[in-house]
């Protein structure tokens, strides 16, 4: 079964400065799709970046960019330029859209901005 | 609609009660997924659909949950004979329809087993 690994349960960055959470995932298949999802404490999960597994180019979404390694498995998510609404809980989650529907979700990293 | 919605948002329920939650998809959407998140804890698949059809259900933990999609776009999760294992928040997602799809998930609701 695949898992998804986040190392950092709570991590902390001052508002205007970057911070980077990291994720690993375990998988013997070549085509798979990776997220950010952000779920802040009112719990509505947000979409926050997509990554397809094809493709070398790392997903850029504004402030937020990945560092997408695939022999390393691992796929980190950087936050530039952090917001106060930038705090929440960031899950990293694998899809695998061959053999399954499901997500497979790491046990995610709560980041605080410090104003 | 503008989002997936779930009701109730939070749910209080006796030890033995049967409970019933909601999920509305995205309109148009053909997949909806069940996912259960303890406290602390990453989203946990429970069951999949596709339509009215549940392709997968490989995630209830037990055969107390049930799952339907009977027509093809409201789902309820009915969960019989509550336990206090079962105290989680419950969220739903749907997609387009699935493979490459991208998820959209609800707020969730937060059912509290007493």
């Known amino acids: 079964a695949q898992t998804v690994t986040q190392s950092q349960p709570e991590m902390s960055v001052q508002e205007a400065e970057t911070v980077t959470l990291s994720c690993t995932y375990d998988?013997?298949?070549?085509?798979?799709?990776l997220f950010w999802y952000k779920q802040p404490p009112s719990r509505q999960m947000i979409l926050v970046i997509r990554q397809e597994a094809y493709k070398q180019q790392n997903a850029t979404e504004n402030r937020f960019s990945v560092n997408f390694q695939k022999a390393a498995k691992s796929f980190s998510l950087k936050i530039s330029d952090s917001q106060l609404g930038d705090a929440a809980m960031y899950f990293c989650a694998y899809k695998d859209p061959n053999t399954g529907n499901q997500f497979y979700f790491g046990t995610g990293t709560s980041l605080t901005v410090i104003p | 609609g503008a989002g997936v919605s779930q009701s109730p948002r939070y749910k209080v329920a006796k030890r033995g009660q049967d409970v019933a939650l909601r999920c509305d998809p995205i309109?148009?959407?053909?997949?909806l997924f069940w996912y259960q998140q303890a406290l602390g804890q990453g989203p946990e698949f429970l069951t999949y659909f596709q339509n009215e059809a549940q392709l997968d259900k490989s995630g209830l933990p037990s055969d107390r949950f049930f799952a339907e999609r009977p027509e093809g776009s409201v789902s309820t999760l009915k969960i019989q004979r509550t336990q206090q294992e079962d105290s989680a928040v419950y969220l739903c997602?749907?997609?387009?329809?699935?493979?490459?799809?991208?998820?959209?998930f609800g707020p969730g609701t937060r059912l509290l087993v007493l």
């Open positions: 998988t013997s298949e070549s085509d798979y799709y």
């Open positions: 309109s148009g959407h053909v997949s």
């Open positions: 997602a749907s997609s387009q329809t699935s493979g490459r799809e991208t998820q959209y």
